[in-house]
């Protein structure tokens, strides 16, 4: 177990620091894995498993059968005379597909939980601004646990136990006072009835001040479950994927390095973290803080070149920024060029333990989706989404997503997964 400690704050997040060996460790189960970068021709297809070490590696060569994302439901305003109608959303922020079959929407600007069926007809609204029973202050975060949908308010510092009507059943207390939205502090569903919320630990020392541990908090629908996961951050000597610049007095000032690899993660059933870097299409299953590697799933892709012109472009604002304050201190001085661009965005974990990934690709970016043991089942195009929301996903093959129409309104869509055979 690893205790909570209070929020501190800070004009930039700093990445925090994981355990050395935990990290080599990860780093040395991803390098055994095949580095193949050729794909295998279409229609030859094929996963196969190599045990080495006590680690299973699954390889996913070639084109997968065929799939498809068929659209359900799309819940949001048609028109601009649609003013005040329930699907009107202030800011969505997380949206959950009930066992029941209803949409779950947190409407984060307008303090309610709104549920819409998927005919996309509006059912009921429930909670309100405030810090009362079934109050919400910062309404973060929402996922449905066994027969209980819960919120979290990163704010008020609960996790909030509703019933499919609205009916407020009770709290757990957390720490508050946390800011952030649905993309990273929020709740991650991993089984029907087992979650995660994001949560804080000890502080450590930075060049840049105190920063603090970054921890996944078990949850199922009756309170907390006593697991508490590690989030792993890339091992000293990794490309940076920001610069921070400290100017002024101790003002900091962040940048993003275009193109840069980072660590994307996300818990999973059993006490397991899928971790990945972006620059490789290598996703580890891994253990007692990144010490232990269960399974590595793998699939070559081709690199994609960063473009010349890119870069410059990418690199605009820091260059500029710099050329007006060159007495700023930065880490590191400047930004360093990757070799390729990333491969891979997030990764995600449904209820049912598929695993959905995000891949970046010039023709456009597609969702790849694995059964729990890592074979390919599927792979289709990606639609646009809201920046920094994260989907949702549920057992029975959907995927809820959020994005913004041209006049920055939010609208919900579902979609079922199709496979082929």
């Known amino acids: 177990m690893h205790p909570e400690s209070p929020l501190s704050t800070q004009p930039v997040p700093v990445p925090t620091i994981a355990p050395a060996g935990a990290l080599i460790a990860l780093a040395a189960a991803l390098a055994t894995a095949c580095t193949t970068d050729a794909a295998a021709p279409p229609g030859d297809f094929a996963t196969t498993f190599d045990t080495i070490g006590g680690t299973v590696y699954v390889t996913n060569t070639g084109t997968p059968p065929p799939a498809r994302l068929v659209p359900v439901v799309s819940i949001g305003p048609k028109t601009l005379t649609d003013t005040g ?14 066992p029941d079959g209803e949409v779950y ?18 059912r009921r609204t429930f909670g309100r ?14 996922a449905w646990a066994g027969d209980r949908l819960l919120t979290y308010d990163v704010m008020l510092g609960r996790v909030g136990q509703w019933s499919a009507e609205g009916e407020w059943l009770g709290q757990q207390r957390t720490r508050g006072r946390m800011t952030g939205g649905g993309g990273r502090i929020r709740l991650y569903s991993v089984g029907p009835d087992e979650l995660y919320r994001y949560a804080t630990g000890s502080a450590s020392e930075t060049r840049f001040g105190s920063v603090l541990q970054s921890l996944y908090v078990g949850l199922n629908s009756r309170g907390a479950t006593g697991d508490t996961l590690v989030q792993l951050t890339p091992p000293s000597g990794a490309l940076s994927s920001g610069i921070i610049c400290q100017h002024g007095e101790g003002y900091l000032s962040f940048f993003t390095i275009p193109f840069a690899p980072g660590l994307v993660q996300h818990p999973g059933s059993g006490g397991v973290v899928y971790s990945a870097f972006t620059s490789d299409y290598r996703i580890a299953v891994t253990r007692n803080e990144g010490a232990d590697t269960v399974r590595v799933i793998q699939r070559p892709l081709p ?13 605009r604002e820091f260059e500029e920024w710099r050329a007006e ?13 990757p070799a390729a661009k990333p491969i891979l965005g997030s990764v995600y974990i449904a209820p049912d ?4 990934v995000e891949v970046k690709r010039a023709a ?10 890592g074979r390919l089942l599927a792979s289709v195009p990606r639609s646009p989404d809201k920046r920094g ?4 996903f549920t057992a029975s093959d959907h995927l809820l997503t959020i994005r913004q129409d041209s006049l920055d309104l939010d609208h919900v869509d579902v979609w079922r997964l199709e496979r082929d055979g």
């Open 85 to 98: 109608s329930p699907d009107e959303f202030g800011g969505v922020n997380s949206v959950a597909l009930g």
């Open 105 to 122: 929407v947190a409407d984060a600007r307008n303090f309610e939980v709104r549920v819409f069926g998927l005919d996309g007809a509006h």
């Open 129 to 142: 601004q405030g810090e009362g029973p079934g109050e919400f202050q910062a309404l973060s975060s929402l």
């Open 303 to 315: 690199t994609e070149p960063v473009g010349d012109d890119e870069w410059e472009e990418g690199n």
């Open 325 to 337: 304050n060159r007495s700023a201190q930065c880490d590191p001085s400047g930004p360093t060029r």
């Open 353 to 356: 333990g598929k695993l959905w």
């Open 364 to 373: 456009g970016d597609l969702w790849e989706v694995f059964d729990a043991d």
């Open 389 to 392: 929301v994260a989907p949702a």
